[in-house]
């Protein structure tokens, strides 16, 4: 039987510094691996922080941008109603006047000799009654209500001759016409 037997004690150095090598390398490749793991999970650390910074940004904004449209619908609400009270304020300006307009205008259609007792307004229909001293000035009176251009539907309801007043007689009438409705801004007539 043959016996190894070393009698070279550099190939037992070899083969220990051989192995210390090979076990260094082992645990140099370990520290390796395990340092670039945690590099990468390092970096897919920074590169989630970043993603979630930005989300954290859009969400803000967002959220700051869905107060403004509040804002901007509470005061688009409030600014209909403004517009409402405004075409109110409108309407009754175009109104106001109404009384003045139409006290200006009877001058010019009821000719002398006919007087007026009476008017009754309710918007813009209106309604007037009084005397004459003859049927001739209140077809003068009619003919010029119906010329007027700012008079409607001018309708007589009745005449009822030999009324007495002051002493001598007298025609009573009643007519009924509407007041031409002032234009608004556009060209619109108000209602």
């Not at 007087?115 to 309710?122: A, G, R």
Request: charged letters at 25%; zero cysteines.
């Amino acid at each position: 039987m043959l016996y190894h037997i070393n009698l070279l004690p550099w190939r037992e150095r070899q083969r220990e510094e051989h192995r210390r090598r090979f076990i260094g390398l082992i645990v140099l490749g370990a520290i390796a691996a395990l340092g670039l793991q945690w590099g990468i999970g390092q970096y897919y650390q920074y590169q989630q922080d970043q993603q979630q910074q930005r989300l954290d940004y859009l969400t803000h904004h967002i959220s700051q941008l869905d107060k403004r449209i509040e804002a901007m619908k509470i005061a688009e609400q409030e600014h209909g109603r403004i517009l409402e009270r405004l075409k109110v304020v409108e309407g009754l300006q175009i109104g106001r006047n109404k009384t003045t307009e139409f006290m200006n205008l009877m001058p010019s259609v009821i000719p002398k000799g006919v007087y007026v007792d009476k008017i009754k307004m309710n918007d813009y229909e209106i309604e007037i009654s009084g005397i004459s001293d003859s049927t001739a000035r209140l077809a003068t009176m009619l003919d010029s209500m119906e010329r007027s251009t700012k008079l409607l539907d001018v309708e007589m309801h009745s005449i009822v001759h030999g009324k007495a007043r002051f002493g001598k007689e007298f025609q009573t009438f009643k007519v009924s016409f509407m007041f031409k409705e002032p234009l608004r801004k556009g060209g619109e007539q108000h209602g």
